[in-house]
């Protein structure tokens, strides 16, 4: 099942967000914008592996637009997606100092002889809709979630 994306529940408590695999690696992530005024919307999501039988390295999640490239690095179409790696929300001083469409890097998730299934690693999606904006739910940014997989 390699790795899965989460969203915590209730403290605690997750529920599978996305499944990623080989030929499965793109997770649609939904917004819905009112857009008149223009907001930001951010899900703190989180990573894990689902494999007892494989570890990971080289973990990189990066966001894509499967139909407007400028959807998501915040330039003609107003659109933005920004990703932080950790627990707490990040302030605004933190979410300015990020680049619009960066990657982020995970550690390993195990190690040979450890397919570590028990944590979570946490990481914030944030997307920004300009002012103006028709009313929608985005369904065309996702996550592009890439990694090595080594057998235990």
Known sequence: MALRIYREVSTGVYAVYGDYGADDGLLPVTST???????TVELKLFLRNGNDLEY??????????LTVPNDVIGTASGWGVKLK??????TEAEWD?????????????GSAG?????????????????????AQTKTNIVLTV????NAV
């Open 33 to 39: 914008h009112d857009g008149e005024l223009g907001e």
């Open 56 to 65: 990971y390295t080289n973990v990189t999640v990066t966001p894509e637009s």
């Open 85 to 90: 790696r950790g627990q707490n929300r990040p």
């Open 97 to 109: 100092a990020i680049d619009y469409g960066a990657a982020i890097t995970f550690p390993d998730f």
């Open 114 to 134: 450890n397919p570590d299934m028990t944590t979570y690693r946490a990481f914030w999606y944030r997307v920004e809709c300009p002012a103006g904006a028709s």
């Open 146 to 149: 890439s990694y090595t997989g």
